[in-house]
């Protein structure tokens, strides 16, 4: 089975601060995919993917940015953290090679 | 980009009854999935289905493309069915954004 993992379900930060959201995945998939979930919106994404050192903005990319420095890893980070980022964070990835996408479990931000 | 609409918004059912969620697509989709979202977060895959039929257990989907739409029908409602249901779909071949639904919130009482 795909497992995307990701680094914290539980986040408390502080207004301004630096603040970096990690997601694994072990299938070595090509794509990989950041989205907020806030009621009443669905989930919308913020950046995704598709190779080591690429990156594309998705719908809502202000105020963030994203790094992958390997095929695994994808970190997403708020230069500095508004309370309007509090939020449910999603990272996803897949594969050309594999119908569907695999989502972790969540990382639950509160920016205070 | 292609837009998402999922109907109805919330839904409330007796433990036993049967239910249909509908997805409606504004474009030709390469990619449409169902997911489950559990109280805790976790959004589960349910069905990858860009058309036709499939079923798993209690649970089965239909995609007419052509028409775009999908469904997706719980037969024996469980308690365990609660939760957030979202369809998200991707445009033609090439692309990998998923853009999703605003989701059917599905509360089964026993």
């Known amino acids: 089975d795909v497992k995307v993992t990701q680094s914290s379900r539980y986040l408390v930060k502080r207004t301004g601060e630096k603040v970096f959201l990690e997601c694994v995945q072990d299938?070595?998939?090509?794509?990989m995919f950041w989205y907020r979930q806030d009621p009443g919106l669905g989930l919308r994404l913020i950046y995704f993917s598709y190779d080591v050192k690429m990156k594309e903005k998705g719908d809502i990319p202000e105020g963030y940015s994203v790094s992958r420095e390997k095929k695994e890893r994808f970190s997403l980070i708020l230069e500095s953290a508004s309370t309007n980022q509090t939020s449910m964070y999603l990272c996803?990835?897949?594969?050309?090679?594999?119908?569907?996408?695999?989502f972790g479990q969540g990382t639950r931000l509160t920016v205070v | 980009g292609i837009q998402v609409e999922q109907s109805p918004p919330d839904l409330i059912l007796q433990e036993g009854a049967n239910s249909t969620l509908r997805c409606n697509f504004s474009d030709s989709v390469n990619n449409l999935q169902w997911f489950h979202q559990n109280p805790w977060g976790q959004l589960i895959n349910l069905f990858y289905?860009?058309?036709g039929t499939k079923q798993n257990g209690r649970l089965s989907a239909t995609t007419v493309a052509t028409e775009r739409y999908s469904l997706l029908y719980i037969s024996s409602s469980q308690t365990t069915d609660s939760g957030v249901y979202f369809c998200?779909?991707?445009?033609?071949?090439?692309?990998?954004?998923?853009?999703f639904g605003k989701g059917t919130k599905l509360s089964v009482i026993p």
């Open positions: 289905i860009p058309s």
């Open positions: 996803a990835s897949s594969t050309p090679g594999q119908p569907g996408a695999f």
């Open positions: 299938m070595d998939h090509e794509n």
């Open positions: 998200a779909a991707t445009p033609g071949a090439g692309s990998y954004q998923l853009t």
